[in-house]
């Protein structure tokens, strides 16, 4: 049985009268792509602070890789990787010298850095662009790069907060090409997107409604539970009945 990294019950976020989440329970295991869905408004971001140790939950409980979201908030942050759907390298470094930072971020030692700096440079096809500055590249580029520095360290999970927004489709199935590697080492990828092809790529899926989960299951059990032909079909006969339109 695979070991459970995120578990969350009745995790909730209240900012004065409004929840922004509302009771919301899953748990996600080791290796899992977990699909994180949601209109605008319903709640994904402030729940992914929370399980990222980045904001303290109003009531609730929540273990990430083991640790507790209320007391453990460094250790959370130590044994995840995070990238956001705004680019989140320094665009005024270049390529080696963001790897090298958040190498060293990590706290990996400098013969590993070098190791892990080779061996990236090489799969993502950069050699001729190590000491190009990293705004000079493509959008892909920087979102597979961004992408495989939040991995660097081998975490047990991975958050990814829409991190294909603005790509061609080309480098959307090169980036989950990716995340199907790193599932494949065992790395949890816990991913909100706004894509709903991109939702047929999980294994499971949550969709929230103005901040509850209204559904959770696999791709084919959630489109034969809704009648549905797409994951298109089933967000918008989830989505129809939101009221709320920010987060």
């Known amino acids: ?13 209240k900012f004065g009268d409004f929840i922004a989440t509302n009771q919301i329970s899953f748990e996600v295991t080791q290796g899992e792509i ?8 319903a709640g994904k971001t402030t729940a992914m602070r929370m399980l990222c140790g980045l904001s303290m939950p109003s009531s609730g409980s929540a273990t990430i890789a083991g640790f507790d979201v209320y007391k453990q908030t460094e250790h959370i942050k130590q044994n995840i990787g995070y990238m956001s759907q705004k680019f989140s390298l320094y665009e005024d470094l270049t390529v080696k010298e963001n790897i090298r930072f958040y190498a060293g971020i990590y706290g990996l030692s400098k013969p590993v850095i070098r190791e892990k700096m080779n061996a990236l440079l ?17 959008l892909g580029w920087k979102q597979k790069l961004a992408f495989s520095v939040a991995i660097l360290h081998e975490p047990k999970i991975v ?29 949890t990828v816990f991913v909100t997107t706004h894509y709903m092809d991109e939702a047929e790529y999980c294994n499971r899926i949550s969709i929230m409604v103005d901040g509850k989960i209204e559904a959770l ?5 959630l489109k034969t539970n809704f009648n549905a032909a797409s994951m298109d079909d089933v967000f918008l006969q989830l989505a129809r009945g939101a009221k709320r339109t920010a987060d």
């Open 217 to 221: 299951d696999t791709p084919h059990n």
């Open 1 to 13: 049985m695979k070991e459970i990294v995120i578990k969350a019950d009745k995790l909730t976020k």
């Open 122 to 138: 090489d799969k993502l096809q950069l050699r001729a662009e190590e000491n190009s500055l990293v705004k000079s590249l493509p």
């Open 34 to 41: 977990f699909g994180f869905l949601g209109a605008n408004g």
């Open 159 to 187: 958050f990814l907060d829409e991190p294909t927004g603005g790509v061609d489709p080309v480098t959307r199935r090169e980036f989950w090409n990716l995340i199907y590697e790193a599932a494949e080492k065992g790395i």
